[in-house]
């Protein structure tokens, strides 16, 4: 018998993040050659500030992230911090700014998953591999 190994995620986040803020918003290793956005919320229950490293689907000017937690059966925590508290702040690039997290619902949802599926295939898998219906939501870009 093999004992589990606990991978830990925020170790993991850390240092994307590192990488990312080093590097002008590029990362290597898996996230090689894909867009990345460092997406700052505040915890539901905690209200402690938190960052989630997402790959997003850029068209033009909208951002749109996925709550896929790699086709796992339960949305990823910072889904229902952005659901609990929309205010975020985004990092995507050299560029921070404030945006509000908007869920989307319907075939609008469906439609910028088949896009985010189409670029990125292992979105497709991820929707394959559980029956939940990933969350898409989108980071509307605030005013300053």
């Known amino acids: 018998m093999t004992d589990a190994v606990e991978f830990d995620f925020d170790a993991m986040n850390r240092e994307v ?64 911090n952005l659901v609990a508290h929309p205010e975020v702040t985004v990092e995507l690039g050299t560029e921070t700014f404030s945006a509000t997290a908007r869920v989307l619902t319907g075939a609008e949802r469906d439609e910028i998953y088949a896009e985010q599926s189409a670029v990125q295939p292992q979105f497709a898998d991820y929707q394959r591999s559980t029956k939940r219906l990933i969350p898409v939501i989108e980071l509307v870009r605030r005013a300053e």
């Open 17 to 80: 993040i590192r990488e990312f803020r080093e590097n002008d918003g590029k990362v290597g290793g898996v996230f090689e050659g894909k867009p990345l956005v460092l997406v700052h919320h505040i915890g539901a229950k905690s209200g402690i500030e938190r960052i989630a490293p997402l790959v997003p689907f850029l068209d033009d000017d909208r951002i749109y992230i996925f709550a896929s937690k790699g086709g796992a059966d339960s949305d990823p925590h910072w889904y229902g």
